[in-house]
């Protein structure tokens, strides 16, 4: 089932009907049963896999928690018998035994996520070693087909198992609650990776249908299906020739369609994230938002924590500290403060969690080499800007930079912008090597295009779509540099009904238009991750 | 309370530590600071902060941080 399609539409709003039809009490059992009707839809195997890690979560939990539970009644049962000591000791025999349940699930769930996403590089890898030895390689003939969602789904199922072993949140006692923590469908294929607390406080109360929550969310829903259909959608064949072509482009152009494709995949992740919010407000539940105009960003760690704000929340939270609070890390820290002074030391455990983190995070989003020199490049933007602080500061004093300058920040703004995008491109062109050779071509290649159509090679003819695409993206950057300061469903809602209405028809015309015949051409990027 | 504002006050002296309630969530402390953050917490009150504390509501004003101190600081006993 596409989600840019009438069938989901009809899915969504049947779905909904129930919802409000039930008795509000059993509300969750209708989005349970609507998510595994979607899940296995598109994926009827994968379902397995989505219950095993459910099971597994569940199981893990309770077990975990019963551990937590039986040791403090002991202690509150014999209180006045038991030594400091003693107590240290059942608390230590007890943290190994809920740890080693924790990693054991952790390691099941993520081998599970490893298989299905990592065992192509994996032999691949193996082949490269064995054939520089000159041995016979290893024949591929493994047929996964990676399940809808796993690295979704894998992220949020251990990040609540983790937050329970942590003692932050009580674990979920009925298993059917907990599938549906797992498999919700708005969020499934392409997050947002939700914290347990926040979610389940959404999805397991009762909502009453409103006027406002509907229209609320239909909007957005509307919003979210013209960025994807009608700028993301189009916009894909320009960035798709460019990728195919570059090399007979000028240097210019190949730039200048770059930014092609940041506008694409802004589009294309947004606007999901703005559908199935919309579908979620409809529900009366709230998701966690995924974006804040990272494009607006002032530097590379700022972009972070503004792009797929979760999945940014997720690593920080489960590998980052962890990480950067690890033993190992602390020791070296401690030395190096010692030998080196006190910024040293302690900048060092969060340089080596983001090297970990920036790692993982290239690998999560592709098993290429590509896209892990992606993550390392972003990583490297990132500590050097760290290590760099007070050479910056000492820097912008000496040069009278003010922070607050708005040239200063719009100088910032749109050097991120030009480096996110240059960073963001380079996996996109389908091997490292793809990459490389794009970054080259960009700057190595000085001919200076003869006409508009040799600066814009990848765009076939100034049409009507194109000028109406064009115009809608004009108002995405209007729309996203309103949303910095104000809230601009509340001033679109200011105007009057006649003029909304007239609006939101004019966006359901380009839909039709343009959206739905280019809308067939192929599904979300972030689903492929 | 003083020691813990010392240390605040070393990361960044333009905040008013005894009303701000934002901190971590209005990234006026970032994921980097924070480390130098509790690098000095787990120095002066000789404590051990593990990453099960690290939630922003423990960090997001200077009365949170103290509580959380003292928390581990009895959790420890």
């Given at each position: 089932m596409l989600i840019t399609s009438l069938q989901f539409?009809?899915?969504v709003f049947g779905a909904m009907i129930l919802f409000y039809l039930v008795p509000k009490k059993i509300q969750w059992m209708?989005?349970?049963?609507?998510?595994?009707?979607?899940?296995?839809?598109?994926?009827?195997?994968?379902?397995?896999?989505?219950?095993?890690t459910a099971s597994t979560i569940y199981g893990s939990a309770l077990w975990i928690e019963s551990i937590r539970k039986k040791q403090k009644s002991y202690f509150k049962e014999n209180k006045e018998l038991l030594s400091r000591e003693e107590k240290a000791l059942i608390k230590e025999k007890n943290n190994k035994k809920r740890r080693r349940i924790l990693v054991t699930t952790l390691v099941l769930n993520f081998g599970i996520l490893c298989v299905f996403k990592y065992l192509h590089f994996a032999l691949e890898q193996v082949n490269l070693v064995i054939s520089v030895f000159g041995g016979s390689v290893i024949e591929d003939r493994i047929n996964l087909i990676m399940p809808l969602g796993i690295s979704f789904y894998t992220f949020q199922s251990t990040g609540y198992l983790i937050d329970v072993y942590w003692e932050n949140c009580k674990p979920q006692k009925n298993y059917f609650k907990t599938l549906l923590f797992v498999s919700f469908f708005p969020q499934i294929t392409?997050?947002?990776?939700?914290d347990y607390t926040k979610l389940s406080n959404e999805l397991f109360s009762e909502h009453k249908l409103s006027y406002e929550n509907f229209v609320n969310g239909f909007e957005r829903m509307l919003w979210g299906f013209a960025k994807k259909m009608v700028i993301a959608d189009y916009i894909s064949s320009m960035v798709g020739s460019l990728f195919e072509n570059y090399s007979?482009?000028?240097?210019?152009?190949?730039?200048?369609?770059?930014?092609?494709?940041?506008?694409?995949?802004?589009?294309?992740?947004?606007g999901y994230m703005d559908i199935m919010c919309g579908v979620c407000e409809m529900f009366g539940i709230r998701l966690t938002e995924n974006f804040k105009q990272p494009y607006f960003s002032k530097s590379i760690a700022e972009y972070w924590r503004r792009w797929h704000i979760t999945l940014g929340e997720w690593f920080k939270k489960y590998v980052y500290y962890p990480i950067g609070m690890s033993r190992l890390s602390k020791k070296i820290g401690q030395k190096t403060k010692d030998k080196f002074g006190k910024f040293v030391g302690q900048t060092i455990p969060p340089t080596i969690a983001l090297i970990v983190v920036w790692f993982v995070t290239g690998l999560w989003h592709g098993a290429s080499w590509a896209y892990i020199v992606w993550g390392g490049v972003n990583g490297l933007f990132i500590i050097f800007s760290m290590w760099m602080e007070p050479v910056y500061a000492k820097v912008k004093s000496a040069l009278k930079i003010c922070d607050t300058s708005r040239l200063w920040q719009a100088f910032q703004v749109l050097r991120t912008f030009v480096l996110v995008t240059l960073i963001k491109v380079f996996p996109e062109v389908g091997s490292l090597s793809g990459g490389l050779k794009l970054w080259k071509h960009i700057f190595s290649n000085h001919r200076i295009p003869a006409s508009l159509s040799e600066l814009l090679p990848f765009v076939d003819d100034i049409s009507i779509p194109f000028l109406i695409v064009a115009s809608l993206t004009g108002f995405l950057f209007i729309h996203s540099l309103v949303e910095r300061k104000r809230d601009f469903r509340t001033l679109?809602?200011?105007?009057?009904?006649?003029?909304?209405?007239?609006?939101?028809?004019?966006?359901?015309?380009?839909i039709a238009y343009i959206g739905i015949p280019a809308a067939s051409e192929g599904g979300f990027l972030y689903a492929n991750f | 309370m003083d020691e813990l504002l010392n240390i605040l006050n070393e990361i960044n002296p333009d905040i008013d530590y005894m009303t701000e309630t934002n901190l971590i969530d209005g990234k006026m402390i970032d994921s980097f600071s924070i480390f130098k953050l509790i690098d000095d917490i787990c120095e002066t009150f000789d404590i051990d902060i593990g990453p099960k504390?690290?939630?922003?509501?423990?960090f997001n004003s200077v009365h949170a941080m103290w509580d959380m101190i003292q928390a581990i600081q009895n959790e420890d006993e």
């Open positions: 539409l009809l899915f209708i989005l349970l049963a609507a998510s595994i009707a979607f899940y296995v839809s598109v994926n009827v195997w994968g379902i397995f896999l989505v219950l095993v392409q997050g947002p990776i939700s007979n482009y000028t240097g210019i152009s190949a730039f200048i369609g770059t930014f092609f494709y940041s506008v694409q995949i802004y589009a294309d992740f947004s679109f809602h200011k105007l009057p009904f006649a003029v909304r209405i007239a609006a939101l028809t004019v966006l359901f015309i380009i | 504390w690290m939630r922003n509501e423990n």
